[in-house]
Nanobody, 128 residues
Framework: QVQLAESGGGSVQAGGSLRLSCAVS????????LGWFRQGPEQEREGVAT???????AYADSVKGRFTISKDNAKNTLYLQMNNLKHEDTALYYC??????????????????????YGQGTQVTVSS
């Protein structure tokens, strides 16, 4: 069982920055892969960034070079640093976790599929 709690959302002008945080609690310290998803107005939820248990990262093309996913294992916290925000980044952002699959000595995040666990979400609004 995984519990996820996001914080750090808000309103910002285009070109600005925000950092989202997610407190992660897992049962018996199990390893999970972690990620951020988002759902804009009248849009389906989409993956933004993922981080495997060994720190390997992956990003959606729309955020590459602007967003950075990271985690602090000691604090059980996941982060998403968002720079140069655009109006189209406006969405409800979800922290997510998944048991993934084991490969190359790490838990790898699945690609192009929903994760098993989600937080409640934090709203990010970017005004143009």
């Amino acid at each position: 069982q995984v519990q996820l709690a996001e914080s750090g959302g808000g309103s910002v002008q285009a070109g600005g920055s925000l950092r989202l945080s997610c407190a992660v609690s897992t049962y018996q310290g199990s390893n999970y892969c972690l990620g951020w998803f988002r759902q804009g107005p009248e849009q389906e939820r989409e993956g933004v960034a993922t981080i495997d248990s060994d720190g390997r990262t992956a990003y959606a093309d729309s955020v590459k070079g602007r967003f950075t996913i990271s985690k602090d294992n000691a604090k059980n916290t996941l982060y998403l640093q968002m720079n140069n925000l655009k109006h189209e980044d406006t969405a409800l952002y979800y922290c997510a976790a998944d048991s993934g699959y084991y490969r190359e000595h790490a838990v790898r995040c699945p690609r192009d599929k929903e994760f098993g666990y989600y937080g409640q979400g934090t709203q990010v609004t970017v005004s143009s």
